[in-house]
């Protein structure tokens, strides 16, 4: 099958008018410790915006003539693109939020590897160098604002829903949008879009031009969910684990909608924070929701939490079913006591410094099959602990469904192997079946064949 394609040269608007020759040599440099495969793919995950595929490798090989490359001029750059995807295309001309989207891959992968990675003034092992590393990102690309009081609220979900659930999400984020609050989500189809769609009409309602939908995504996961264009702020991190700190560190409260493993990788995340005994008192509204058919869905998921995390886990959100009214209210209500407790603390209100996040939550799980093999799956360890390691099992089971290595890994070596406590093993694989039952590992109309297997 051919795909329509597009060649196009672009000159950036505002920032990145200028490159050192340094800077393209590093970008356009093919070799392993080169950046271009990194640039190139994030910069093809944007422009295939809004097409059919939720994976990294057939996107590759679907576009594998495409090529980008920095053209260096005394006015500033410009970068020269061939066979891009048409659907980034409107009448011949990029459309403009993609357009802005390419630039923000290559400031943050430029920034990324010069000012942090290969800085040395980061120590990226320790859990104050990592979270010092995630501000200085979030502040090269703009998105910290002091002067806002708070009103961010992150959206997570799947982007293999229903259209049931897809339009329940943007009832939730209208909602949002009235009562003048912002979104930020992973940023693609589904779950992530949806709210932004509904938060559009809610400020364009309340008469507020400055609405914000951040997205923050990282360079493994950008190919299965593409930015979508209302994404007025794009931001990528190097990897799931700092992606995730900066949601919780920006973010002033969470709702969380029906999803697969990604989602169930994203509430392990949060729990297991707010279940560290550093955070106990510190107020973070947490809210499941979704349409009346979900009601099941959020019963699974709240008996899988309390099997394993326990009832104290369970107390730290609340599930709302079929009502955007009351979800936006909650969060309205909990950020208010957020801006209260971080002003009686003389904490900021853009960047959450007080939450204390474990380095286990940190550090990069690279989902090997020995490293999945090894998991620690047992109850004879704290609650925020076996969080973090189950959050590890799902993050495996996401890249080997949709990132390019895991599903090269999955073809060369066979399944992942997940294997611990009885107790743990069998609420998991009950989880994860009801996720491909459902359709939530792949998009619609794609047939899914599991990446894992869970022993018991």
């Known amino acids: 099958m051919t795909y329509e394609v597009v060649d196009t040269q672009l000159s950036p608007d505002g920032r990145l008018d200028i490159l050192s020759k340094a800077e393209v040599h590093r970008l356009l440099d093919t070799r392993n410790g080169g950046l271009y495969q990194l640039f190139r793919n994030c910069a093809l995950a944007v422009l295939n915006c809004g097409n059919d595929t939720d994976d990294a490798k057939e996107l590759l090989n679907r576009y594998s003539t495409f090529e980008i490359s920095i053209i260096q001029r005394e006015r500033g750059i410009k970068l020269d693109i061939k066979n891009a995807p048409a659907s980034a295309f409107v009448d011949g001309k990029m459309i403009k939020g993609i357009h802005e989207h390419l630039f923000s891959v290559l400031r943050d992968i430029l920034f990324t590897h010069d000012e942090v990675i290969s800085n040395p003034t980061f120590d990226l092992e320790s859990s104050a160098g990592i979270t010092d590393s995630v501000f200085h990102i979030l502040r090269n690309a703009n998105v910290l604002h002091p002067h806002l009081n708070p009103k961010l609220v992150v959206c997570w979900g799947g982007h293999s829903i229903s259209r049931e659930e897809y339009d329940y999400t943007k009832k939730v984020g209208y909602e949002i949008g009235l009562r003048e609050m912002d979104i930020c989500t992973g940023c693609g189809p589904g779950a992530m879009k949806g709210p932004m769609k509904g938060a559009t009409i809610g400020h364009a309602k309340q008469r507020i031009p400055t609405g914000r939908y951040l997205g923050v995504s990282e360079p493994g996961i950008i190919a299965a969910e593409a930015p979508n264009p209302i994404v007025n702020d794009l931001v990528i991190l190097p990897d799931i684990e700092k992606r995730l700190e900066a949601f919780v560190r920006i973010g002033h409260g969470i709702v969380v909608f029906p999803g697969g493993a990604g989602t169930a990788e994203e509430i392990l995340y949060i729990l297991g924070i707010l279940l560290h005994p550093d955070n106990a008192g510190q107020p973070f509204p947490l809210v499941f929701t979704g349409p009346a058919n979900s009601a099941d869905y959020f019963k699974q998921i709240d008996h899988f939490i309390g099997v394993t995390l326990g009832p104290k886990a369970q107390k730290l959100y609340k599930i709302i079913v079929d009502d955007p009214v009351q979800v936006a209210q909650e969060m309205q209500d909990g950020i208010k006591a957020v801006r209260e407790f971080r002003k009686g ?56 469904n949709v990132k390019e290595s895991g599903i090269r890994a999955i073809e060369e070596h066979g399944h992942f192997e997940i294997s611990g406590d009885l107790s743990i093993m069998d609420p998991m694989d009950k989880l994860l079946a009801a996720f491909v039952a459902q359709g939530r590992m792949k998009l619609p109309g794609k047939a899914y064949k599991p990446c894992y297997h869970v022993i018991k």
């Open 345 to 400: 603390k003389g904490d900021a209100y853009y960047f959450n410094w007080g939450l204390k996040i474990d380095h286990a939550f940190q550090m990069p799980f690279f989902p090997t099959h020995e490293n999945m093999r090894n998991l620690s799956l047992h109850q004879n360890q704290e609650r925020h602990e076996l969080a973090a390691n189950l959050r590890r099992a799902f993050s495996g089971v996401v890249a080997g």
